[in-house]
């Protein structure tokens, strides 16, 4: 039963490669190939996992951005008067559902929020710069 495991022909632990016919020098070419291809498969494994992080950092990027501009919409609305809030039909507390609100129905329907950057000035509506009382 165990004259195998002690002979000298075959590999220890009793391999049945030998009993095949495999030379060492195939057995080497079998080996270096699994090398390689253990080395393929862990190189698209970490570049995967890198892809995906990438993408999870973008998203997370776009996120905050998103944030900014809504808080920078919000803070916008903010300094408007109370009559200019009132000839928009908004109160002070309906600031921040009406920004989200606004966001959310643009982003349904599948477009993107055109939301004013923090650096862009938007002059007001109803400036009478000619007709200035005395």
Same mark, same amino acid.
């Given at each position: 039963?165990?004259e195998n495991?002690r002979s000298?022909?075959?590999?220890?632990?009793?391999?049945?490669?030998?009993?095949i016919?495999?030379?060492a020098?195939?057995?080497r070419l079998?080996e270096?190939d699994?090398?390689y291809a253990?080395a =393929? +498969?862990?190189?698209? $494994?970490?570049?995967?996992g890198? !892809?995906?992080?990438?993408a999870?950092?973008?998203r997370l990027? #776009?996120?905050v951005?998103?944030?900014v501009?809504?808080?920078a919409?919000?803070?916008q609305?903010?300094?408007m008067?109370?009559?200019?809030?009132a000839?928009?039909?908004?109160?002070?507390?309906?600031?921040?559902?009406?920004?989200?609100?606004? =966001? +959310?129905?643009?982003? $349904?329907?599948?477009?993107?929020? !055109?939301?004013?950057?923090?650096?862009t000035p938007?002059?007001? #509506?109803n400036?009478?710069?000619?007709?200035?009382?005395a």
């Open positions: 039963m165990f495991l000298e022909t075959t590999p220890a632990g009793g391999n049945a490669l030998a009993k016919g495999f030379s020098h195939d057995r079998i270096s699994a090398r253990r =393929a +498969a862990v190189a698209d $494994a970490v570049s995967n890198i !892809l995906w992080l990438s999870q950092y973008k990027v #776009a996120a951005k998103a944030d501009r809504l808080r919409a919000e803070a609305l903010f300094r008067s109370d009559r200019d809030l000839d928009l039909g908004l109160c002070r507390a309906d600031i921040p559902f009406a920004v989200r609100e606004a =966001a +959310a129905q643009e982003a $349904a329907a599948g477009e993107t929020p !055109l939301i004013a950057g923090l650096g938007v002059p007001a #509506a400036q009478n710069l000619r007709h200035v009382a």
